[in-house]
């Protein structure tokens, strides 16, 4: 239930998406259920809380797995994506990354070889 509540306090607030999120959930699952007024003043009015009661656990319920099964959605929908996009910035990483260490390499190689031929050049000096 604790895990219900936290959800439907998630609905109003200012984090991007979530309203529209909460739009989508309501479009598919509906409204949340209302919850009943307990009233234990007497046997009739406390049988009937029980029965109140219970429908609303049942309704709850479901509508907390129907939000549970969108949020799920949508939290994969969120992942691939941001998982396409950071393969393509791995890519253009990794390309620089070879590009910058092939330039590197080349550039040592004709020091280390400029360095033997001066050194030969000059007697070892």
Same mark, same amino acid.
């Given at each position: ?14 984090i ?25 003043? #007497?046997? &009739? /009015?406390?049988? @009937?809380?029980v ?6 656990n $049942? ?37 620089m ?5 092939? #330039?590197? &390499? /080349?550039?040592? @190689? ?8 001066? $050194? ?6």
């Amino acid at each position: 239930m604790k895990k219900f509540i936290l959800t439907a306090m998630i609905g109003f607030s200012p984090i991007p998406g979530v309203a529209a999120f909460a739009q989508d959930w309501t479009a598919s699952c509906g409204n949340e259920p209302k919850s009943p007024v307990i009233n234990v003043s #007497n046997v &009739t /009015k406390y049988n @009937a809380s029980v029965e109140q009661f219970n429908n609303y656990n $049942k309704a709850v319920h479901v509508y907390y797995a129907c939000i549970s099964k969108q949020a799920h959605a949508k939290q994969v929908a969120i992942s691939q994506k941001a998982k396409n996009e950071m393969e393509s910035i791995q890519k253009v990483s990794a390309e620089m990354n070879a590009r910058i260490t092939a #330039n590197l &390499t /080349k550039m040592r @190689a004709t020091i280390v070889d400029g360095s033997k031929k001066l $050194k030969s050049a000059t007697g070892g000096k």
